[in-house]
């Protein structure tokens, strides 16, 4: 009885395509903002997709954002580890050390200029909305791995602190920290490019 | 001026950081809605691929196997559900054996006792008698070579 019960949780082909055509696009940008590559993104897409679809099928629906993130992830540093650029491995590791220095810029004070700029219709034109949302992805590529991870999870995929914590196997303190310096990083970055008025 | 020190738990603070990371999360969606044509198609491929390989995956495995787990490093871990009676018959081995070894200790012991029970009859039956063993002098005469 309770096998039944287990197996009507199990998500069905049509809920595992959905969920995939629901999530595939986010994950091929979070993919080039790691690996700056489009051709390496779809591969690391591609490997996650099938990793879950393969070894994940007898997984409930409701567990499968959670899962596909955390594949993601691993897909991503195995992608790092293939390629042996020692460099790039070496920065991609340093990276998920984080930093400290946020300098003496005034965080408070940027933060409301980029909410400005954001927030209002003065973008509406295609030609400088464009421009800005290059200036926001390159921002976001630049981000140390960790932060970027973070970032990306708790306010693109909407996990809450504690499902961000999971996926990325750190503590929730870990992801508020990694968060608030995307975040910050961000908006001086943002700033330091020249989008300090709306 | 003394630069200020971040406090993650400033109420104020998160939700300007809050909002301020939606407004790019939302830039981001619309980055990621504006995909090039190419891109799409490649990644509507690869969904469609991934699905047949885990149709083929699951058509591979033998009849009443199944995928029972995943380990961390993403491996399946195959099997079937097992019944009372497939869990018996995997102690069955063991049974054997330990049946086997009882059996054989059993055998061994027996021999040994035949073995010392033919020794006393041939003694008890013999015309000389046992004690004569321990008399010094007969042990000289049995150790001297013959004339």
Redesign the interface.
């Known amino acids: 009885m309770g096998l039944h019960a287990a197996e009507s949780a199990l998500a069905t082909e049509k809920e595992i395509s959905d969920f995939l055509k629901s999530v595939e696009k986010r994950a091929f940008k979070r993919a080039v903002y790691a690996v700056r590559g489009d051709d390496a993104a779809l591969d690391i897409v591609q490997d996650a997709m099938i990793k879950l679809t393969v070894s994940y099928s007898d997984r409930p629906a409701a567990e499968l954002p959670m899962l596909f993130q955390r594949i993601l992830s691993n897909a991503t540093m195995d992608w790092f580890r293939r390629e042996k650029v020692r460099s790039r491995v070496i920065q991609n590791l340093s990276d998920f050390e984080g930093s400290d220095d946020d300098g003496d810029f005034d965080l408070l004070e940027s933060l409301q200029v980029m909410e400005d700029t954001f927030g209002t219709e003065s973008a509406a034109d295609a030609v400088a909305r464009a421009q800005m949302l290059r200036l926001i992805e390159s921002a976001v590529a630049e981000l140390p791995g960790r932060q970027r991870e973070a970032f990306l999870l708790r306010y693109w995929e909407e996990f809450d602190v504690a499902e961000t914590a999971a996926v990325m196997g750190c503590s929730e303190g870990s992801v508020k920290t990694h968060c608030s310096r995307a975040v910050h990083a961000l908006a001086k970055a943002m700033r330091d490019k020249g989008v300090d008025k709306p | ?1 003394k ?2 020190r ?1 406090n ?1 738990d400033d109420p104020a ?1 998160l939700g ?18 504006a ?1 090039p044509h190419e ?2 198609e ?3 491929f ?2 469609e ?3 047949v ?3 083929e ?2 058509l591979a495995l033998p009849a009443g196997l ?2 029972l ?2 380990s961390t490093s ?3 871990l195959l099997g079937s ?1 097992p019944s009372w009676w497939q869990r018996a018959l995997s102690v069955l081995p063991l049974v054997l054996l330990v049946a086997g070894l009882l059996a054989i200790q059993k055998f061994s012991a027996r021999e040994q006792m035949m073995a010392a029970a033919d020794v006393d009859a041939v003694l008890l039956t013999d015309q000389l008698p046992p004690a004569a063993y321990s008399d010094p002098g007969f042990g000289e005469y049995l150790r001297s070579p013959p004339p």
């Open positions: 001026m630069p200020r971040q993650f603070l300007l950081q809050n909002r301020l990371a939606a407004s790019m999360s939302g830039a981001l969606s619309q980055s990621a809605h995909l891109v799409i490649r990644l509507r690869a969904r691929q991934s699905l390989k885990a149709r995956s699951r199944q995928v787990g995943v993403g491996t399946a559900m």
